[in-house]
């Protein structure tokens, strides 16, 4: 029986022992199989991975480009005229309303010519009857009845007596006032029935079938303006066709002005249709410079790395970074800027999705942008 019992016990132990190897066993194989588990991982997140761009691109053609100088500019009216009473008096007829229009020598106003009438009438009696004393002096000066001495004075009392006449004229004359020049009656400042008083202003006229555009140029900027040159003048906030007014420089100043240091200048424009208006401020167009084939790129396609600028442009699906030079804006599209240096015609310039590029960068085009 003691027998059994030891033999029982033996071999309990050596269950044990066998069932501590297996597990030893296959704790050492799970360690094993780890770091490949984990150098595979890493093998996977190290490699690289390919992204492609989606972008825009705008196939660069010649265009013509023009750089502008734009400058703040006053419309006057080619004639503004203050018309003022040559005499005083009583105002006793008013013609045109404010914004009639008239032509030159069409009567304004007239003041009271009744006293002035009879001013007339009485130099012209004291003339007809200067020439007969005169006729009659002369006559006896012929006939050796009168000297010398009464003759001369029988003519200079006749030379008196026509100036008289002659400014009686002159005098009612002036009680009418005519309009110097066509234009339109802008302002009347009297009424009917009110006195005026010699050289007082009593209505304004303008002409503004043609205007005056002054503008103060900058000493650097005027070597660009000369007589006869063309101009633009733009009426509004826009650069538009529309709001644009074409025109021509009419004289350049040939000294500054001692403060500003500016040199003024007219430019002369046509008005028939009334598009502008005297008092307006406006915008002068001078061109600097025109160039026939430009090729033009948005401001915001150009990238600035420091030293210099730089464009993106498509080819066979990779961005290409391309240095480039530029030259001048676009007055009429004032997004739009030259490139004298580093782009052809034909070349696919990207316009969107550059600034998310690197050189090589593969890219996808979805679509084309016209300039």
Not at 144 to 160: F, M, W, Y
Not at 195 to 212: E, P
Request: hydrophobic content about 45%.
């Amino acid at each position: 029986m003691k027998r059994l019992v030891n033999a029982v016990i033996i071999l309990g132990f050596i269950a044990l022992m066998a069932y501590v190897a297996i597990l030893a066993s296959a704790k050492n194989r799970s360690n094993n199989s780890r770091p490949k588990e984990v150098a595979l991982a890493r093998d996977e997140s190290t490699q690289p991975t390919t992204s492609v761009v989606r972008v825009k691109v705008a196939v660069m053609r010649p265009q013509p480009m023009a750089e502008a100088l734009l400058l703040p500019a006053t419309v006057e009216a080619w004639e503004d005229i203050d018309l003022s009473a040559k005499a005083g008096g009583t105002v006793e007829w008013v013609g045109p309303k404010e914004g009639d229009r008239v032509t030159s020598g069409e009567v304004i106003i007239r003041l009271d010519t009744a006293s002035r009438q009879a001013v007339l009438r009485q130099a012209r009696a004291s003339l007809a009857q200067a020439e007969k004393q005169y006729e009659r002096i002369s006559s006896l000066v012929r006939e050796k009845v009168a000297n010398q001495a009464e003759l001369d004075n029988a003519i200079a009392q006749r030379d008196v007596a026509r100036a008289n006449f002659e400014v009686a004229e002159v005098a009612l004359a002036d009680a009418t006032l005519r309009s110097p020049t066509s234009g339109v009656i802008d302002r009347i400042h009297v009424d009917r029935g009110e006195h005026v008083n010699q050289g007082q202003v009593v209505a304004k006229i303008v002409q503004t079938d043609r205007l005056k555009v002054l503008v103060n140029v900058p000493e650097k900027d005027v070597c660009f303006c000369k007589g006869g040159q063309p101009a633009t003048v733009f009426c509004g906030d826009q650069i538009t066709t529309e709001q644009m007014v074409i025109g021509k420089i009419g004289y350049v100043a040939l000294t500054a002005d001692p403060i500003s240091r500016t040199f003024p200048m007219r430019i002369e424009i046509a008005n028939q249709d009334g598009k502008l208006r005297p008092g307006m401020i406006v915008r002068a167009g001078l061109i600097r410079q025109q160039v026939a084939d430009a090729l033009a790129v948005p401001l915001y396609a150009v990238l600035d790395r420091g030293s210099h600028k730089a464009v993106f442009v498509e080819e066979d699906g990779k961005a290409v970074e391309r240095r480039v030079e530029l030259g001048i804006i676009d007055f009429r599209k004032s997004d739009r800027i030259q490139v004298t240096h580093g782009l052809s015609k034909g070349d696919r310039l990207i316009v969107v999705g550059h600034r998310d590029l690197a050189h090589g960068m593969s890219v996808e085009v979805e679509g084309t942008v016209e300039l």
